[in-house]
């Protein structure tokens, strides 16, 4: 089984800054991407950003050239840095891993952080 745990959410003010971390831990084989979702009251779950394992970066429109998605192989642990933070960023912020066990390759969620950017 495999486990992802999220941290560093918090309340910021706009402009400021936050940074996720998510390890992930457990039965792994192989880490082949991870990455950051957020869902918003009433809105859909989108990406934020993702890092797969040869090291490419995917961001989304909203975040590009504010964020960045890093990672530490020997953790396991993927980071978000988040800097200039605008109140449309609030959400729960979910990291997933598409991670391959001696059973199975799948994808696998955190349990979720709250971000909450004050005006």
């Known amino acids: 089984q495999v486990q992802l745990v999220e941290s560093g959410g918090g309340l910021v003010q706009a402009g400021g800054s936050l940074r996720l971390s998510c390890a992930a831990s457990?039965?792994?084989?192989?880490?082949?991407?991870m990455g950051w979702y957020r869902q918003a009251p009433g809105n859909q779950r989108e990406l934020v950003a993702q890092?797969?394992?040869?090291?490419?970066?995917y961001y989304g429109y909203s975040v590009k050239g504010r964020f960045t998605i890093s990672r530490d192989d020997a953790k396991n642990t993927v980071y978000l840095q988040m800097n200039s933070l605008k109140p449309e960023d609030t959400a729960v912020y979910y990291c997933?891993?598409?991670?391959?066990?001696?059973?199975?390759?799948?994808?696998?969620w955190g349990q979720g952080t709250q971000v909450t950017v004050s005006s």
């Open positions: 997933n891993g598409d991670i391959s066990t001696s059973l199975r390759r799948s994808d696998y």
């Open positions: 457990g039965s792994i084989v192989s880490i082949n991407a």
């Open positions: 890092i797969t394992s040869g090291g490419s970066t």
